[in-house]
Nanobody, 127 residues
Framework: QVQLVESGGGLVQAGGSLRLSCAAS????????MGWFRQAPGKERDFVAT????????YYADSVEGRFTISRDNAKNTLYLQMNSLKSEDTAVYYC????????????????????WGQGTLVTVSS
């Protein structure tokens, strides 16, 4: 069983950058499609980006397309989210998620029902 631990959140000014990491324990990391989701205060959890098991297929929410980049290093059992040109509306708790059966495409809509979730890391963007 893979366990997920996010890191890299913090306070940043609008226009700045952050890189989130999600470290996965266990030896089957490469068997999971992975993704990042976020939940702003008082709002539902939303899809941000997902990536296929091998890393060759990615999907992004329209709101982050061109600013965020999802990637993974299967040798290091780590998922990343590079966030550039941050805006105040990007403020949220960011969660990584993993699923052995869902594709990266299918994960986009499953904001509550994926197999594994991390505990979340808070990103605050000040304007």
């Amino acid at each position: 069983q893979v366990q997920l631990v996010e890191s890299g959140g913090g306070l940043v000014q609008a226009g700045g950058s952050l890189r989130l990491s999600c470290a996965a324990s266990g030896r089957t990391f490469s068997n999971y499609a992975m993704g990042w989701f976020r939940q702003a205060p008082g709002k539902e959890r939303d899809f941000v980006a997902t990536i296929s098991m091998g890393g060759g297929i990615t999907y992004y929410a329209d709101s982050v397309e061109g600013r965020f980049t999802i990637s993974r290093d299967n040798a290091k059992n780590t998922l990343y989210l590079q966030m550039n040109s941050l805006k105040s509306e990007d403020t949220a708790v960011y969660y990584c998620a993993a699923d052995r059966l869902a594709t990266a495409q299918a994960m986009r809509a499953r904001t509550r029902t994926l197999e594994l979730w991390g505990q979340g890391t808070l990103v605050t963007v000040s304007s």
